[in-house]
């Protein structure tokens, strides 16, 4: 029982890798709004092999989420590559390769783009409901491309507003976000997120409602036994599953909800030593499709789980550009979205879940913050309406000739 959150935290991860795979088509022309293939991507469908790619990124950032937290960890990387998708459909040259290659590892461009259109489309449905949404600098509007809004609104169903980007901006995009996550996210962006020269934000936002498929028992309560070796009174949920799955060091099960398009994965490792976080660290997507791969159906398979909530949150750019996402955060040509010369500053994400004996809500928001750089509209802003320390300087040597401070004025 001890480390029974490692299931809770794949089965998020994963679920939406289980929506089907098939053949597909392979574009290469960019930008990629003008390619007729990506701009058809919702009619095909996705192939098993890109969906195996994306997995190499769903386990990558979810280890190195885990290996520097020191608790619970929740991420969905679904929410992830949307909202990033949407960025990297803006982008061209290096920067979209470096993109693509994280989100969908060994993918062309073209190809990673249209999977994560093709993916928030299928991905849809009773149980799932997914926004997006293009937040742009009123400011900065003009140089935003026709283009690049007509391609996020038809693939991605994107809002795209120009706002100012103060307080009732920042309102306003939270909001959106509070309706979209039905209130477990109340906020995304906080005021020190924003500043004169963010050019845009790009939302994406998750909503997930469970209903299990089969009830439980009864709900008694028990001991769970934490990571750090303490215990604590929790409300445990009695039932059964008809899926076992094993690996060489783990086993769990598979509960359905109702409808048999999403389901509970939990996997509890052998070694009763070891947390979930460091498990989910070493945790690669061949050993989830192993574990995947390992499914049984059993009679009545009994199991005890947890009621538990979890808040998670996350500022993603160390990790994102650890990745190879190098050239987005810098030197970056979004040329396809914008003729100014912008680059992301950072990547938020937020995810909530509950699990009871109902079933399971949970909800998950990623911002993307793009930051405008370089000419004129750049050049800071420095306002002196405090006291402040002055000095007249020596240009040759830059040494001060006269150095003073200001507290008051008479």
Known sequence: ???????????????????????????????????????????????????????????????????????????????????????AAGASGDTLTQMTDVLVPGADPADAVAFCIRHYNELQNDSISIGNSVWINKAMSDTLKDAYVVFTRENFDARVENIEFDTQGIDTINSWVSEKTRERIPHIIQPEDIDPNTYAVLVNAIAFDGV????????????????????????????????????????????PYDGDRFALMVILPDDPEISASDYLAKMS????????????????????????????????????????????????????????????????????????????????????????????????????????????????TGLPVFLGTLDNIK
């Open 212 to 255: 299990w498929k089969e009830g439980f028992e009864r709900v008694d309560e028990d001991y769970f036994f934490n990571a750090d070796g303490s215990k604590v009174s929790a409300d445990f949920l009695y039932g059964t599953a008809d899926t076992y799955i094993s690996s060489s060091d783990a086993e769990g099960f598979i509960r």
């Open 1 to 87: 029982m001890k480390k029974l959150t490692a299931g809770f935290l794949s089965a998020l991860l994963l679920a939406s890798l289980f929506s089907g795979c098939s053949r597909k088509n392979r574009t290469d022309t960019i930008p990629l709004y003008e390619n007729k293939t990506v701009m058809a991507a919702t009619e095909t469908k996705t192939d098993e092999e890109m969906c195996r790619n994306y997995s190499e990124f769903v386990f990558d950032i979810a280890g190195r989420c885990a290996k520097e937290s020191d608790g619970n960890v929740l991420i969905s990387a679904d929410s992830i590559l949307f909202s990033l998708g949407m960025t």
């Open 285 to 396: 997507s061949d050993s989830y499709w192993d574990l995947w791969e390992s499914r049984k159906n059993v009679d009545d398979l009994r199991i005890m789980l947890p009621e538990f909530t979890n808040e998670y949150d996350i500022e993603l750019s160390s990790i994102l550009i650890d990745m190879g996402m190098k050239d987005a955060f810098a030197a970056a040509d979004f040329s396809n979205m914008t003729d100014s010369s912008v680059r992301i500053d950072k990547v938020i994400h937020k995810t909530y879940i509950n699990v009871n004996e109902e079933g399971t809500t949970a909800a998950a928001a990623t911002a993307t913050v793009m930051l405008r750089y370089g000419g004129k509209a750049m050049s800071p802003s420095v306002t002196c309406n405090r006291p402040f320390v002055y000095a007249i300087v020596d240009l040759d």
